[in-house]
C-alpha cells in the first residue's frame, strides 16, 4: 500500500521547535525524493525543503535556511521516514505541512531546486503548525 502519513504539528511560541515526521510506506518512495510543502491560511501551497532518494541531497526554501533540517531514514526496505526539524519558529511559519513523494531526475533528487507541487504525485492529509507570539 502506498502512503503518505504526517506527525508531528502542533501549537508553539515564538522561537520554540518542532520535529515533522512522515512515514512513506511502498516501494514506490525507495527512489523518490521526498519533499515538505506548506500551505498558509488563505495562500497557495508553497515549498519547504526536499531531501534525495538516497538523503545526500537537501534543498531549502529562502525562508527556512538555517532554521530548518530535512533528514531521511531509509533503514527499512519498504518505508522510508522523512523528518523536518523546525528550530526558531516564527508566527509566518504557521500553516498546514504536507509531506510529498516528487518525481525524480537522474540523481534521484528533485527535478526543480524550488519545485512546485505539480512536481510531486503522492501527498499526505497534512498536519498542522501553528505559531502564537
Known amino acids: 500500500q502506498v502512503q503518505l502519513l504526517e506527525s508531528g504539528g502542533g501549537l508553539v511560541q515564538t522561537g520554540g521547535s518542532l520535529r515533522l515526521s512522515c512515514a512513506a510506506s511502498g516501494r514506490t518512495f525507495m527512489m523518490r525524493p521526498l519533499a515538505w510543502f506548506r500551505q498558509p491560511p488563505g495562500k497557495e501551497r508553497e515549498f519547504v525543503s526536499a531531501?534525495?532518494?538516497?538523503?545526500?541531497?537537501?534543498?531549502?526554501?529562502d525562508s527556512v535556511k538555517s532554521r530548518f533540517a530535512i533528514s531521511r531514514d531509509n533503514t527499512e526496505n519498504t518505508k522510508n521516514i522523512v523528518y523536518l526539524q523546525m528550530n526558531r519558529l516564527k508566527p509566518e511559519d504557521t500553516a498546514a505541512y504536507y509531506c510529498?513523494?516528487?518525481?525524480?531526475?537522474?540523481?534521484?533528487?528533485?527535478?526543480?531546486?524550488?519545485?512546485?507541487?505539480?512536481?510531486?504525485?503522492?501527498w499526505g492529509q497534512g498536519t498542522q503548525v501553528t505559531v502564537f507570539s
Open positions: 531531501i534525495s532518494s538516497i538523503g545526500d541531497l537537501t534543498y531549502y526554501a
Open positions: 510529498a513523494a516528487c518525481r525524480a531526475d537522474v540523481r534521484g533528487s528533485i527535478t526543480s531546486t524550488d519545485p512546485d507541487p505539480a512536481d510531486c504525485d503522492y
